[in-house]
């Protein structure tokens, strides 16, 4: 006999049974659940309807009489003359001015960090100048002939017993 099923969503079951979106999936690995993902990658869940209808743990546990839902008005904490109200009033808006605090210093600070981006930059364009002056004044032309350096060999090509300036190659030796 094959049990009627209702086809959810992950996101549809959590709001259905009251749970988060992982316990759902939790709840589905668990009771080995028809899964199904479409073409768009939307993961669809066949739910039997007997789960459904069956009450969470938590409403189980509580009963209505011991809590019974109230409404604001109903609770004298947030009444309007309540000590309560005056001191949460009281630390919103110390809550406020500090809030305003933090945000005039951080314009000073972002005003500050964009005057030091400016002048590093500054200081670049004066580093590669500098750079630029400095290899300019080193090239050939600018350098007496008793500063150049004076490269030698210790032996020139066409000298020494070799033939072509290079050492006679030894069969057994693989590194020339």
């Given at each position: 006999?094959?049990?009627?099923?209702?086809?959810?969503?992950?996101?549809?079951?959590?709001?259905?049974?009251?749970?988060?979106?992982?316990?759902?999936?939790?709840?589905?690995?668990?009771?080995?659940?028809?899964?199904?993902?479409?073409?768009?990658?939307?993961?669809?869940?066949?739910?039997?309807?007997?789960?459904?209808?069956?009450?969470?743990?938590?409403?189980?546990?509580?009963?209505?009489?011991?809590?019974?839902?109230?409404?604001?008005?109903?609770?004298?904490?947030?009444?309007?003359?309540?000590?309560?109200?005056?001191?949460?009033?009281?630390?919103?808006?110390?809550l406020q001015t500090e809030?305003?605090?933090r945000r005039r210093e951080?314009?000073?600070?972002?005003?500050?960090?964009?005057?030091?981006?400016?002048?590093?930059?500054?200081?670049?364009?004066?580093?590669?100048?500098?750079?630029?002056?400095?290899?300019?004044?080193?090239?050939?032309?600018?350098?007496?002939?008793?500063?150049?350096?004076?490269?030698?060999?210790?032996?020139?090509?066409?000298?020494?017993?070799?033939?072509?300036?290079?050492?006679?190659?030894?069969?057994?030796?693989?590194?020339?």
């Amino acid at each position: 006999m094959a049990e009627n099923t209702e086809i959810l969503t992950y996101r549809q079951l959590a709001d259905r049974l009251g749970l988060s979106l992982e316990a759902a999936r939790a709840r589905v690995r668990r009771g080995g659940w028809l899964k199904i993902t479409d073409n768009h990658g939307i993961v669809r869940v066949s739910v039997p309807v007997s789960t459904m209808n069956v009450p969470t743990e938590q409403d189980k546990h509580v009963d209505p009489n011991v809590h019974p839902e109230r409404t604001p008005e109903q609770n004298e904490a947030f009444a309007p003359g309540s000590m309560v109200l005056s001191t949460l009033r009281e630390v919103i808006g110390l809550l406020q001015t500090e809030l305003n605090e933090r945000r005039r210093e951080s314009s000073e600070y972002m005003a500050e960090n964009a005057v030091l981006k400016e002048q590093n930059a500054q200081l670049r364009e004066q580093i590669a100048r500098i750079e630029g002056e400095r290899v300019h004044s080193t090239s050939a032309q600018g350098v007496r002939p008793e500063q150049k350096p004076v490269f030698t060999l210790n032996s020139p090509p066409g000298q020494g017993g070799c033939s072509g300036g290079y050492g006679y190659r030894r069969w057994w030796w693989p590194f020339g």
